[in-house]
């Protein structure tokens, strides 16, 4: 039985995912951090499908839940079909977590970098792996800046996030090739709490959104490829700067020493 991973499953595009993959077959694994969100969706999808949901619950903005979750996954899992990194956050003021990250970069590209590699690392099989981006995705970086301490703007730290997951995604892909297909997508503008909270109801429905990410993983299940970004569930191209492979390199290095994480420690 295939099984998909969804993050930030518990509201909007992820929520609605879940339950198509359930209903099309998958096993699920819903994450998210309110528990009684969690159990909700999970008696949606039994509802619908009949079928049991894994819930794990974690906050993204904390390492010490997302090496917990890691634990989780792999406690309970020898393999992921389907890891698709969708939770995001959009953050108006610069607020800094626990372990000294500035949030939006923590939830939207430290963690799904650090899930998905420590994952990869402890041996889980993984196939797919599918990040959430964005047509909002930056076109420039700042690599003395990555976290925006020096004037901070919601729209522009939700836009960097996006690009640095873009990047990731192409850099990843092109080192796991041949083993682990690795894409990213946009799901359109969709109406989803991010969405309405900071712009309004400017986009299209959450099931749209939903048809999008699905469209997107039909074809890449059909057509095995990697390292390609999808726009509206087809594929697409991303901003030029997202296939530089200096400026891909540039921020995995960066970015594995935030994390403390040496090369060397990869088994990949």
């Known amino acids: 039985m295939a099984i998909a991973f969804i993050t930030g499953a518990t509201d909007g595009i992820g929520r609605e995912v879940a339950k198509r993959l359930a209903f099309h077959g998958y096993d699920v694994i819903i994450h998210g ?8 969706v999970a008696d949606e999808i039994r509802d619908l499908t009949g079928k049991s949901v894994f819930k794990i619950k974690a906050d993204f903005s904390s390492l010490k839940d997302l090496k917990k979750l890691v634990k989780e996954i792999k406690d309970n899992f020898s393999k992921v079909d389907l890891l698709l990194n969708n939770a ?50 930056a076109s420039s ?52 709490k991010l969405l309405m909270e900071n712009w309004g109801a400017i986009g299209a429905s959450i099931e749209e959104g939903a048809k999008n990410v699905i469209d997107a993983i039909k074809y890449i299940e059909a057509h095995n490829v990697t390292g390609v970004y999808f726009d509206n569930g087809k594929p697409s191209k991303s901003k ?8 891909q390199r540039k921020l995995w290095e960066k970015t594995l020493k935030l994390l403390k994480i040496n090369e060397r420690d990869l088994k990949f």
């Open 33 to 40: 951090r309110n528990e009684l969100k969690l159990e909700k």
């Open 88 to 137: 995001a956050t959009f953050e108006k003021e610069r607020k800094v977590t626990e372990e000294g990250f500035e949030r939006t970069f923590m939830v939207n590209y430290l963690a799904p970098f650090y899930l998905t590699i420590s994952l990869i690392n402890e041996g889980v099989d993984i196939k797919y792996v599918l990040n959430v981006s964005s047509m909002a995705h």
């Open 141 to 192: 970086i700042e690599f003395e800046d990555l976290q925006l301490e020096k004037g901070y703007d919601g729209y522009k730290a939700y836009s960097l996030s996006k690009l640095y997951i873009t990047l990731f995604t192409y850099y990843l892909a092109e080192m796991l090739k041949g083993k682990i297909y690795v894409n990213c997508l946009h799901p359109g503008v969709i109406n989803t």
């Open 240 to 247: 030029p700067i997202t296939y530089d492979r200096e400026v």
